[in-house]
């Protein structure tokens, strides 16, 4: 056994149990914010949080703080439940306008209350982001670009639908912004968490966002090839409204579905898809080389690659 | 001339040029945060900027800063412009639920935009106030506790009016919320951005919280006898879906519109709901006791006057 192995192996004993004990911290953290006095807030958040999803995001920025030397996890946990609850919230946003009725296998906010609801309870979750986020000083400068990011994206694909103009240019850019930034905070506030260097914050904020962008686009090939059951929530959907893999061009409105998975399942185009977030997730491993080795770094590749191979 | 009134003359002199610049910073804070590369957000967010609006929060902040001896308005204005974009994001998501087509005398953003880029526009003035708050540190918990009011609040109200359950005290717990809250912040705020003491920087939480009180119960009145050319908004919306400044229970959900009408109109009601303004604005012009004498002061005491006595 090699001085490295040793080392990691060291690692190991002690951060798994640190990223469980942060974990939870996450879990905490989420549904304490979202304990408000006004009794549909509570619930709608409670039905959403509840439900579960990946936690992908805060899994990502706990890792990365590990990673970085960080050992204070409930210190961290604030944030990364933040980052979670942005994407929440921006998910009770986007069923309202895409008419999702099942989220994470179960009834959709919207389904469940109604769109008023559904759109204060998106709101609240963006204010309980702010709550979590506000005793952090300057990191609410990378959260603040995050979210406004994210709701970019979220317009500009509205928009590219609307108007029929899904080329791979728009879809590249609605991705960086929609997904993809708000893994680049992830990785870097879990980075600037631990206290660490400017060149490390920088390299997992980039993991960060090509994790993000491998993770939407296989997203959107399972939104195509996925049955609902698997995904947990109303598949075709992210179809329908004329988001997709590739670019849609020229398309009359209403046969836009059929016409995206013509083109996306006809040929090698999926294939091509697979191969850019196998790419991405290449890019975002070799971000780590700045890294000492760890059981967090080691995590870090891992994840890459689950995101990769995952089938939900 | 008494001393007091010599200070109060050379204290006019260097504090009203200050508040113009001060108040000119705001709206630059504003134009410039939402100057997005997203042509429907910049479009849709300049939209309502450029229809105006009363400013009164920023007004407000910017005044208890002088109050307190602040002098770099510029620093003060972006979280005065914060304070006014949050007010602003929960105008355009409400105006989405309660279907509302004018607002501020021009078409509202979801009767020009549709729905969905209203959600999406109202998402980013959100994370519009996140951008302008982020570098100033704690004094994000202020505003972070602030929005999360104002979203109960309106919550409180979408289920008191969906329910038939709109009672004096609820009413009272939702313009707390909804209004009083945001005032609150936007006094706290200016006063500590001057670096006051604690005592004083509670008084201008408190005043503003007051004010705020008064404001919307003005509003509400407005509501009721005001009519659409003056007020700028579509006129009896917050009448229709069953708001208003007085108890109404039992009512049958068709006719609650008439039913407030009759309940308010006759007997002293109204009456009534303006010497509550009235005292709401009396005590928040006690609070300004704790301040010296100054300009800044006597405009905050001038404010509360015009609140109550507003047309519009």
Chains 1, 2 share one sequence.
Not at 25 to 39: F, L, T
Not at 119 to 125: A, R
Request: charged share 25%; proline share 2%; aromatic share 6%.
């Amino acid at each position: 056994m090699t001085t490295h192995d040793m080392n990691r192996t060291v690692a190991t004993d002690d951060m798994l149990p640190l990223l469980q004990t942060g974990l939870q911290a996450v879990e905490n953290a989420m549904y304490n914010v979202v304990k408000s006095d006004v009794e549909v807030l509570r619930d709608a958040s409670t039905h959403i949080l509840s439900a579960g999803g990946k936690r992908v995001r805060p899994h990502l920025l706990m890792l990365a703080y590990l990673a970085c030397g960080g050992t204070d996890v409930t210190y961290a946990a604030p944030p990364a439940a933040a980052v979670e609850l942005m994407h929440t919230a921006s998910v009770v946003h986007d069923d309202i306008n895409d008419h999702g009725v099942v989220r994470r296998g179960r009834p959709s906010v919207n389904a469940k209350w109604g769109r008023t609801f559904a759109l204060l309870t998106g709101d609240f979750l963006f204010t309980a982001v702010y709550q979590l986020m506000a005793p952090y000083g300057d990191l609410n400068k990378l959260l603040a670009e995050a979210a406004t990011a994210l709701v970019e994206g979220e317009t500009l694909q509205a928009h590219a639908v609307k108007n029929n103009e899904f080329t791979r240019e728009n879809y590249a850019r609605i991705i960086s912004l929609k997904t993809a930034a708000l893994f680049q905070s992830a990785g870097e506030i879990g980075a600037r968490l631990a206290d660490t260097t400017e060149d490390i914050a920088e390299a997992l904020g980039n993991y960060g966002f090509n994790i993000g962008l491998a993770f939407q686009i296989v997203d959107d090939i399972l939104d195509i090839v996925g049955d609902e059951e698997t995904l947990g929530k109303t598949s075709g959907i992210d179809v329908e409204q004329g988001r997709g893999i590739t670019a849609i061009e020229n398309t009359e409105g209403a046969d836009i579905m059929d016409a995206i998975k013509r083109k996306l399942l006809s040929g090698n185009r999926l294939e091509e898809a697979r191969q850019q977030a196998q790419a991405f997730a290449e890019i975002a491993i070799e971000q780590l080389d700045v890294l000492p080795d760890s059981y967090a770094k080691t995590e870090l590749a891992d994840l890459a690659n689950k995101v990769i191979n995952r089938n939900k």
